[in-house]
């Protein structure tokens, strides 16, 4: 079965909070909440673009702060998904919000419309790093709207953050644990970037910020990647979502790459192949892995193939229907 999501994106404007890293108009392109016509033009056309037969479909609320609309907006919103949930056209609505707008009364709207999927942006469960990033909720407020959307039925997921200020690798890990403990099944990884018009950006610029480097990031996704899957949390997303393109002009320091997770999934396979150097002797090998990681295995701009040709003279990267996820064989030709 494939999964289709059709996200519509809310801007900040629906959040009446500024969080030290947040400056959506300058992540979105698009400035303003949408309206009802765009919404239903957007699920159509997404609608007829899906070739597959057996899928499942999600309407998406991204962004922003979905339960920080007022009532009225949120109902209306969801109304259109509804319909579309009692057609069959869709299977579920997720939306996205902060933990401190959950209450047991919102909860029970969203159910009643049909939401089956909801994701906090948790980005940290350290308070002092909470505190740090003027998210103006702690800890606690994370763990009491997680057991309440767990106990309402609904499927959690806890967005993280990786290097936000005073956090460093350990605060992320000791989140990321934190995060399944509350229950989460679901996770996206965005790093901290430093972006114009926030104050972020007037702590980068006094030199009390300092943003992680590209490939600091990139390990630490790894890392947190790798914890999350050992533990069956889906990661949902590294990076960026690309539907919400970086304006270059807005972009002031940190770790962007638009093919964030590219370079994860990179990483994520040269440490499947630290060992190389131990593997037999050979001229030409055949690696053998599930067609879906072909790609990821030889690496973005192939640097794992690279790393293998210092022992090898030819690597041939080949699919193998029994394999999953990161599982590899090779074979030697002599
Ligand atoms: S809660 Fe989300 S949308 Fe609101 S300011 Fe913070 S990061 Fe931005």
Redesign the pocket.
């Given at each position: 079965m494939k999964h289709y999501n059709i996200p519509i994106f809310m801007p900040?404007l629906?959040?009446p909070?500024?969080?030290v890293?947040?400056n959506?108009a300058s992540i979105s392109s698009q400035l303003h909440i949408p309206s009802k016509k765009e919404i239903l033009i957007k699920i159509e056309s997404h609608l007829k673009s899906f070739k597959t037969e057996k899928r499942s479909v999600q309407l998406a609320f991204f962004?922003?702060?979905f339960t920080?609309l007022p009532k009225t907006l949120q109902k209306e919103y969801l109304h259109l998904g509804r319909a579309y949930l009692e057609k069959g056209y869709i299977s579920g609505i997720r939306i996205s919000t902060?933990p401190d707008y959950i209450d047991i009364e919102t909860l029970e709207m969203l159910k009643a419309y049909g939401v089956t999927h909801i994701e906090l942006?948790a980005?940290s469960t350290s308070d002092k790093v909470l505190q740090a990033s003027g998210?103006g909720h702690l800890r606690e407020a994370i763990a009491r709207a997680s057991e309440q959307i767990l106990s309402a039925g609904f499927v959690l997921g806890l967005q993280m953050m990786i290097g936000l200020p005073k956090d460093n690798a350990e605060t992320s890990m000791q989140t990321a644990r934190d995060l399944i403990a509350f229950g989460a099944k679901e996770t996206r990884i965005y790093p901290c970037l430093v972006i114009k018009d926030t104050a972020l950006e007037q702590l980068f610029l006094n030199g009390k910020y300092h943003p992680l480097q590209l490939n600091e990031a990139v390990d630490q996704t790894a890392k947190l990647c790798m914890f999350f899957e050992s533990n069956r949390i889906k990661v949902l997303r590294m990076g960026l979502h690309p539907s919400e393109e970086l304006n270059t002009d807005a972009f002031v320091a940190g770790p962007y790459h638009p093919q964030f997770a590219e370079l994860v999934y990179s990483k994520l396979w040269e440490k499947q192949f630290q060992n190389y150097s131990d593997w037999p002797q050979a001229e030409v090998i055949e690696l053998f892995v599930s067609s879906n990681q072909l790609n990821h295995a030889a690496g973005f701009k192939s640097q794992n193939r690279k790393l293998l040709e210092k022992r090898y003279r030819k690597i041939y990267f080949k699919a193998d229907k029994s394999l999953n996820g990161r599982e590899f064989s090779i074979k030697i030709h002599k």
């Open positions: 900040e629906a959040c909070h500024r969080c890293f947040c959506q962004g922003g702060n920080g902060r942006g980005q998210r």
